[in-house]
């Protein structure tokens, strides 16, 4: 079972040809590494707004973070 650390960006995507919002996930074993990608993806000031969230194996939202 695999956690789920996903951000999504408030620009479109530059490089594709498309109208979606950039957007990227990391996925990982445990909940410990899964905590540590949050904190390493929300800690400091970013030029761009986003939106963090960290889901469970079971697809369930456990933390969100509006950067």
Request: proline content about 1%; charged content about 30%; glycine content about 2%.
């Amino acid at each position: 079972m695999t956690w789920e650390v996903r951000a999504q960006r408030s620009k479109r995507e530059t490089c594709v040809n498309s109208e979606e919002l950039g957007w990227s996930s990391v996925f990982v074993d445990t909940q410990a590494e899964a905590e540590a990608w949050f904190e390493c993806r929300t800690r400091g000031r970013r030029l761009e707004r986003s939106v963090h969230t960290m889901f469970d194996p079971n697809n369930n939202v456990v933390k969100v973070a509006f950067k």
